[in-house]
């Protein structure tokens, strides 16, 4: 039987079990103690969330290759104010330098009672105000939310991922982990 894992990792940690030459950051390693699992996906070292990790191929391949468009979705505090443009934008799909974005799905919220606090706290300018964002992706470019908040004029100044296709985040904090039950590999849609 195929293992996954759900953990919420931390601001400032890398997605991978090795650490990088010079690099004084933690690893999934510091965390997580179980021989043969690996990341499925990856979550930059400044984003914080869920980050699924599976010791299957083929689930793996299900969980983070575009191809499925497993829906992932982020809430994001960005700087400045929200515009319904800036919505729009990013509901029709985004141009970055690697080309146009899938459309997303875009909504502003409050930001979430369940939060916790980020260490280091996010730097407060006291005449930018901040604003959060829920964005549902199918994609998975390299930083990509933070380039599609980017290009509407609203720099990322927090990102946490709460889902990955069915799996949530749910009432981990960061630092901690739990055994799911793994989902059958489903085809590839076209």
Not at 21 to 41: E, Q
Not at 95 to 102: E, H
Not at 136 to 163: C, D, F, K, S
Request: net charge neutral; hydrophobic share 35%; proline share 10%.
């Amino acid at each position: 039987m195929s293992q996954l894992i759900a953990f919420n990792k931390p601001f400032d940690v890398l997605s991978q079990f090795t650490p990088e030459p010079g690099c004084s950051a933690a690893t999934l390693a510091d965390f997580i103690d179980l021989p043969g699992v690996y990341a499925a996906g990856r979550l930059d070292r400044d984003s914080e969330g869920l980050l699924l990790l599976t010791d299957d191929g083929r689930l793996q391949a299900q969980l983070s290759h575009p191809d499925y468009k497993q829906p992932k979705t982020y809430l994001a505090q960005v700087e400045g104010e929200i515009s319904e443009s800036a919505l729009t934008a990013l509901r029709q799909g985004v141009t970055l330098k690697d080309g146009i974005t899938r459309p997303a799905q875009a909504r502003q919220i409050e930001e979430p009672e369940w939060l916790w606090p980020r260490q280091p706290p996010v730097r407060f300018r006291q005449h930018i105000p901040t604003s959060w964002l829920e964005l549902i992706i199918t994609e998975g470019r390299n930083r990509q939310v933070r380039r599609m908040t980017a290009a509407v004029g609203l720099p990322t100044l927090r990102l946490i991922r709460t889902t990955i296709g069915p799996h949530t985040l749910s009432t981990l904090q960061p630092g901690q982990w739990i055994t799911l039950t793994p989902s059958p590999p489903k085809s590839i849609t076209p």
